[in-house]
């Protein structure tokens, strides 16, 4: 899986690339991400990306420009199944269906909205589909790109290691929550693992499990 990330805060993704599963990921060949500074592609000298809305209003919308020349300058890969997303508080709701959509491409592209937000001749031109990850307003879409390529690159064959770590957690289908989790010790300041749990009987245990699934989801 190649993500590609198009942003005005590269040096915003040095850290989070650089640690867990996303670090595991591309530590194994099994993702590759390359962070694009849309301001490199600004054509005037003081590298200027946004602008003031047409038609007036507060704040400033990023320009379609620098925009539409970085994905130009770095096309997604040639033959390959690809999709291009932007960031967006009014795209539709980023779910784990959807992760698992994504998982299915080759190539992810990702532009991180900012400022009041992007010239929509972006969205109406340049990308596949818009998506927001909760219904709230980021600053930019940097977390936003972060937690798709998280959710994304664990359902990518590999990463995880064992390949049932993903099955069975929250909202592995729509709706689902995950049953509670307990590991040693038993007790611990007079808290106690549920008994079920230390009797060994499988199939008492996955009944326990299914029951507080439908509770949690409840």
């Known amino acids: 899986m190649q993500f590609q990330v198009l942003t005005l805060f590269p040096d915003f993704f040095e850290s989070p690339l650089s640690s867990s599963i996303l670090k595991r990921a591309q530590a194994k060949d099994l ?70 959509r994504y998982a299915t491409y080759n190539s992810l592209t990702i532009i991180c909205g900012h400022y009041e937000g992007v010239d929509e001749r972006v969205a109406e031109h340049l990308i596949d589909e818009e998506v927001r990850i909760g219904d709230y307003v980021l600053t930019g879409g940097e977390p936003a790109a972060l937690v798709i390529m998280d959710a994304v690159s664990r359902l990518v064959p590999g990463v995880l290691g064992n390949e049932a770590s993903n099955q069975g957690e929250s909202h592995d289908q729509p709706g689902q929550l995950g049953y509670p989790q307990y590991t040693r010790p038993e007790v611990y300041r007079g808290w106690s693992v549920p008994a079920t749990l230390l009797g060994g009987h499988h199939a008492e245990i996955e009944k326990w499990r299914q029951d507080q699934r439908q509770r949690a989801s409840e």
């Open 31 to 100: 993702t590759k991400v390359n962070v694009v500074d849309i301001r490199e592609f600004a054509t005037d000298k003081h590298q200027t990306t946004d602008d003031r809305p047409f038609g007036g209003g507060p704040g400033m919308v990023m320009k379609v420009e620098p925009i539409d020349l970085a994905l130009q300058a770095h096309p997604p890969q040639p033959g390959a199944k690809n999709l291009t997303i932007l960031t967006s508080a009014k795209g539709p709701l980023f779910t784990q269906e959807t992760a698992r």
